[in-house]
Structure formats: C-alpha cells, structure tokens
C-alpha cells in the first residue's frame, strides 16, 4: 500500500512542479561568444519569457571548443528545469570528429525545439575586389583565399571541405571562436572570405560591410534575394545552419512542455518573428521536443557521413 501512495504523490507532484516552474532563477547557456547568431537568440528569449513568467532568465557564455565546452557544462548540470543550452548546428558534427566527446549529443540531453535554420552565406569584406563568386573561384585556383569558419569541426568549416572538392580549388579554412571574431576580422580585412549563417551576417551585408556572394541553400534567402545559391552557379554543395534548445537529460516531461509552449507564444510575436525571419534570416519551424531529436540524429547521419567518407580531423 505504501508503494502505491508513494507512486501516486510522484504522479501528480511533477505536473504540480511543473505549473510551479520557474520558481527561480533561469540559466540559458551560450556556447558561443556575443556577436554570432546564438547569443543574440538566447538573450532574446531569456527577455521574452522573463516578461512573460516573471522570473529572471540569464544568459551566460561559456564558450570555447566549438561549442563544446558550454553544451558539456549543460550535459553535467541537474536535470531540473533551470538550466538550457542554445546549440548551433555544430552540435551533429562533434561526436562524429571527436570519438572522445565528453557528452552524447542524443542520449545526454532532452530536446526542446529547433527554432530555425537557415543557409550559409559566402561573404567578403566590402574592400576586397570580389564581385562574384566567379571572381573568388578565379583567385583561389592560384592559391592563398582564406575561408573563415566559426570553428574548427563546425558545420561551415565541414561545407568548406565539400567546396573545394566539388570545385576543384582549395580554400584555406581559417577557424573563430564564434560568427562575432569572424565578423569583425572579415570587416576589418584580416580574411579573405567568411562562411556563416545568413543570420550572423545580413546585418553586415545590409550596412554595406559585406558583400555576400553565394548561399549555400536550396533556394534563395529571403533576407538576401539577390545572392544566388551555389547550386544555381552549378556546384552541387547545399548546407543549412540551424539553431536549437536542449535540457539536461532527466529534465521532467512537464517541465519541457511547458516551456516548448512559452517559446511557440513568444515566436508568435510580431517583434520576435521579425527578429528571427529579418534580423537573424531564419526559416522558423519551431519543432515540437521528438521532431527536434529526429532533426539532430538526421543531421548527425549526414555529417558524419561526411566525415567518414573524406577521413576529416580536427586536432
């Protein structure tokens, strides 16, 4: 009998935990540095559901290794509603180049939401002399154009190896700590070219500091219509960033609904959704917690795909 009550009071003290939530302080993890795309949407949210729930929602970086240092930190943290890591499409990529990975990038956590993804864009400062992409493919075959990515084992700095095989040229990779020390290096004339998501660079290209030259989705962006895709200039290389939200594994159901339901409300406002469709470039898809972990074991499959089949390491 004393096992019976004692499920009964656990069956309906999560549900009644969860309508508390949060009753304290909300930590977002960052794995990234200010100036990309991940941090600016962790800070937007921690506003948005601060206003709504009435609760401090912080937002703190913890960056380094690709990503990897700040998504261990929320693998390790308690499973209890108050911790949530913003992860970058990086995070299909790093159990495929790194079998020592300190975290399952599944099994360690709950999914949340897939906000969005959008492609990559091919940029360069607005005083280099590429016009087109066209221009960059006729300096490359001589050699020296520096590619930026935002790390080394990132989702761009994978696409730049598949570039140079489906065209023939090297590019020489260049890796950041983060789309923010890409940016400003790219603007200030210290690389070549950038490869990163549309969302960390329109703000750039719109003010003029940038020029974008190709994307690497199936279509055009609608924040960059004019820019064509690599495809339509007939090489085969079609990448998409994509941004999500992850819990400790063990976070209580309840409690990811609950907040999975308090972000869909916030995307759903007009300054959001500009936010994310114009500031940042985005495809909105919003998934639902089992269509964001489907997303990440897909995307892991190809990558990883990728990784194998051309024998990529990252030191």
């Known amino acids: 009998m004393w096992l019976f009550r004692f499920l009964l009071v656990v069956l309906f003290a999560v549900p009644a935990f969860a309508q508390d939530w949060p009753s304290k302080p909300v930590k977002f993890v960052s794995p990234y540095p200010p100036g990309g ?3 600016p949407l962790a800070r937007m949210f921690a506003a948005k559901l601060g206003d709504a729930l009435k609760q401090n929602f912080i937002v703190e970086n913890r960056t380094g290794a690709s990503g990897v240092i700040g998504t261990e930190y929320v693998a390790k943290s308690a499973p209890d509603g108050y911790t949530f890591v913003f992860i970058f499409d990086t995070h299909a990529v790093h159990q495929a180049l790194n079998p020592k990975l300190p975290f399952d990038p599944v099994k360690d956590f709950e999914p949340v939401m897939i906000v969005g993804s959008a492609p990559m864009a091919i940029t360069t400062g607005a005083q280099k002399p590429y016009r087109n992409f066209q221009d960059v493919l006729a300096a490359a075959k001589k ?12 989702l761009a700095h994978l696409t730049t190896i598949v570039l140079n095989q489906a065209t023939g040229v090297k590019f020489e990779p260049v890796a950041y700590k983060g789309g923010g020390p890409l940016s400003a290096d790219l603007i200030g004339g210290h690389v070549e070219l950038a490869l990163a998501s549309t969302a960390a660079q329109a703000q750039h290209v719109r003010s003029g500091k940038m020029r974008a030259l190709a994307l690497t989705g199936d279509k055009r962006s609608h924040t960059m219509p004019e820019v064509p895709t690599l495809k339509e200039l007939g090489i085969d290389v079609v990448a998409h960033a994509w941004w999500g939200i992850l819990a400790p594994a063990g976070t209580p159901k309840p409690i990811i609904d609950k907040f999975h339901a308090e972000l869909v409300k916030a995307i759903k406002l007009p300054d959001v959704n500009k936010m994310l469709t114009e500031t940042q470039g985005m495809d909105v898809v919003a998934l639902s917690p089992d269509e964001t972990r489907k997303w990440i074991v897909d995307n892991m499959t190809r990558w990883g795909k990728v990784v194998k089949d051309n024998d990529i390491k990252v030191e």
């Not at 050699?143 to 990132?154: C, F, W, Y």
């Open 37 to 39: 795309s991940v941090d």
């Open 143 to 154: 050699g020296g154009v520096t590619l930026g990515n935002v790390g080394n084992g990132s």
